[in-house]
């Protein structure tokens, strides 16, 4: 069985230390949902930039990613919800159009003006920096642009899946039944994999 300090090294970012008080009492094992999020050490190094590049915790960042991928951070992975999504955190062509300037007529490369270099669809950091990226679009423009003027972190993380405008309509009181049921599926989604939506 691995020592605390080992169990502690593998959740933590490469090239950092790990200090564990020998004199520190064990406490009782969690619930797999309130257990600590886990990223192979190969990502480790993104998924700290997609945190500090959104301002999410790192450890709702992980979950994250974990509800979209399954717990398979595998860059070749194909259509968990979606067919068209793809990668260790389940982007859709739309989203890349987003965070490239591709399909969207005038608009500006975000990947390139945040990490100084174009998108690799088949690269695992890409796909996580570039879902980096696409949450902070929804965060300064999509959400504000379908009406959601100060979006939270609970806002941004929910619409990662259903778009900004479809997030939005989910929130009116006529919303389509089918809308808010996608929604509904996806806060379950989330708070299965321990987001506490409520404290974001």
Do not use: C
Request: zero cysteines; a positive charge.
């Amino acid at each position: 069985m691995p020592s605390i300090k080992e169990l502690i090294t593998n959740m933590m970012p490469a090239n950092t230390s790990v200090f564990v008080n020998p004199n520190a009492r064990t406490l009782p094992i969690a619930p797999p949902q309130a257990q600590a999020a886990k990223v192979p050490k190969q990502f480790a190094g993104a998924v700290s930039r997609a945190a500090a590049h959104t301002g999410i915790p790192m450890d709702t960042v992980i979950r994250h990613f974990t509800a979209e991928n399954g717990g398979v951070w595998d860059p070749t992975l194909r259509g968990r919800q979606d067919p068209n999504d793809f990668g260790v955190t389940q982007l859709n062509p739309l989203a890349v159009g987003a965070i490239t300037g591709t399909g969207y007529k005038g608009a500006p490369d975000f990947f390139r003006q945040n990490f100084g270099r174009a998108f690799n669809p088949t690269s695992g950091d890409d796909q996580i920096l570039g879902a980096a990226v696409y949450l902070n679009r929804l965060r300064q423009f999509d959400l504000p642009e379908a009406g959601i003027k100060k979006p939270t972190n609970k806002d941004v993380l929910l619409s990662y899946n259903l778009g900004a405008r479809n997030y939005a309509a989910s929130l009116q009181p006529n919303a389509p039944a089918e809308i808010v049921a996608r929604r509904e599926r996806y806060e379950r989604l989330l708070k299965k994999h321990g987001i506490d939506l409520t404290n974001l």
